[in-house]
């Protein structure tokens, strides 16, 4: 969806003007975060490509965050003309509407081709959740050298990375330590969920898209089934993101299984054990010192691309902060039902062997500093402003 440039122009005439650009659910809340805390600091007008949190913000979207929403290097192909189509209204943005600042928050698939031509058109640029070029094109680092403005980045070893290659960097710190509290309490969930008072949570986190679902949903599933028939007293949960169906899951998997909405972060703070899609909720996870399964399937073609370009020992958030493994990591093949329900299986079984792995996610928490990442950013969009 694609909207006009229109608006009341004599009702913002003082505001400062911003052009903000954030592709997906959880740059979504952290851009909504970042105008919240913009607006403690001044007056301003906000427009972009915006989701329903930011629209809650009161952020004109646009660009509807929904219509560009992409999983994997085949999906592009699929969303080619509505990514096409934002692009085009953002650069018409710039050229009519003249923001004072442009920020790009995250998602870097369409963010690192937007900026260059934005600077070209004389947008200052200021990128927020640094794109992880260290992981997988660090010549790209020195790239954004000429077109961003500030860079502000959210992990403490990227700082002296972007640095190196001459971007202006700032670390921040995580914005997850801002918001990240359970939706309810412990018990309200248990009772949600028909959970004994002492029974072990397990949850299933299969991810925020419809594509991570399908290729995620069914494995999960299918370990729980296993894990149930070794522990029967356990209590298995699988999160489903909002906007994705229960409809699309295996009925016949889903025996003796929860399914909630809008209960993410408290199945990851009161679970025992988790299996989680990688991506930002298995950060969530370890802050809550939940130990989890990292898992990640994607099709022949993206995964081929993939291990072409990313040049890490690791693809989990907690282990790449952590310098080391702190959570196992099931990737493509080796993501299968049975390798899963053996690793949660093997910790349930074990009390002393999960205490343990509670305590070496401490070190995630440690090294993502203090909360107030979105105050510390907001400031920085002002510094550049001025």
């Known amino acids: 969806m694609v909207a006009s440039l229109t608006g009341s122009p004599s009702a913002v005439e003082a505001a400062r003007r911003v052009l903000i650009v954030a592709g997906e659910p959880s740059g979504d809340l952290?851009?909504?975060?970042?105008?919240r805390a913009l607006r403690g600091l001044g007056s301003f007008d906000v427009r972009g490509v915006a989701g329903p949190r930011m629209r809650a913000e009161g952020v004109e979207p646009l660009v509807a965050q929904e219509s560009l929403a992409v999983i994997g290097f085949s999906g592009i192909l699929a969303r080619l003309p509505a990514l096409l189509a934002a692009r085009r209204?953002?650069?018409?943005?710039?050229?009519?509407?003249?923001?004072?600042?442009?920020?790009?928050?995250?998602?870097?698939g369409f963010n690192l081709r937007l900026g260059p031509e934005l600077k070209r058109r004389g947008a200052r640029v200021f990128y927020y959740i640094g794109p992880q070029v260290w992981a997988w094109h660090p010549g790209r680092a020195r790239e954004m050298a000429r077109w961003v403005d500030r860079l502000a980045v959210v992990f403490p070893f990227e700082e002296p990375i972007f640095r190196g290659a001459g971007v202006p960097t700032t670390?921040?710190?995580?914005?997850?330590?801002?918001?990240?509290?359970?939706?309810?309490?412990?018990?309200?969930?248990?009772?949600?969920?028909g959970a004994a008072a002492d029974a072990p949570i397990v949850g299933l986190l299969p991810g925020s898209r419809r594509g991570e679902l399908a290729q995620h949903a069914g494995v999960m599933l299918d370990a729980a089934q296993r894990l149930r028939r070794e522990h029967p007293r356990i209590a298995p949960v699988l999160a489903l993101a909002e906007g994705l169906s229960r409809e699309s899951l295996p009925a016949a998997a889903l025996e003796g299984?929860?399914?909630?909405?809008?209960?993410?972060?408290?199945?990851?703070?009161?679970?025992?054990c988790c299996a989680v899609a990688s991506g930002t909720a298995t950060l969530e996870?370890?802050?809550?010192?939940?130990?989890?399964?990292?898992?990640?399937?994607?099709?022949?073609?993206?995964?081929?691309?993939?291990?072409?370009?990313v040049k890490l020992s690791h693809i989990g958030?907690?282990?790449?902060?952590?310098?080391?493994?702190?959570?196992?990591e099931l990737i493509q093949d080796a993501f299968s039902a049975g390798a899963l329900a053996g690793l949660l299986g093997g910790w349930l079984s074990a009390p002393a062997t999960l205490a343990r792995r509670r305590a070496e996610l401490a070190v995630v928490r440690e090294r993502l500093g203090g909360p107030g990442a979105s105050e510390r950013a907001a400031r920085a969009v002002v510094e550049v402003l001025a």
Do not use: M, S
């Open 30 to 35: 952290h851009a909504a975060h970042l105008v």
């Open 89 to 108: 209204a953002l650069l018409r943005a710039q050229e009519r509407w003249r923001p004072d600042a442009v920020v790009l928050v995250d998602y870097p």
């Open 171 to 193: 670390f921040v710190g995580h914005p997850l330590l801002d918001e990240l509290a359970p939706e309810t309490d412990e018990a309200t969930l248990r009772r949600e969920i």
């Open 257 to 272: 299984v929860a399914v909630v909405r809008g209960r993410t972060r408290a199945v990851q703070a009161f679970a025992a």
């Open 285 to 309: 996870t370890a802050l809550f010192a939940t130990p989890h399964v990292i898992c990640y399937h994607v099709g022949r073609l993206n995964f081929a691309i993939a291990k072409r370009l």
């Open 317 to 328: 958030l907690p282990n790449i902060v952590a310098g080391r493994e702190v959570a196992p």
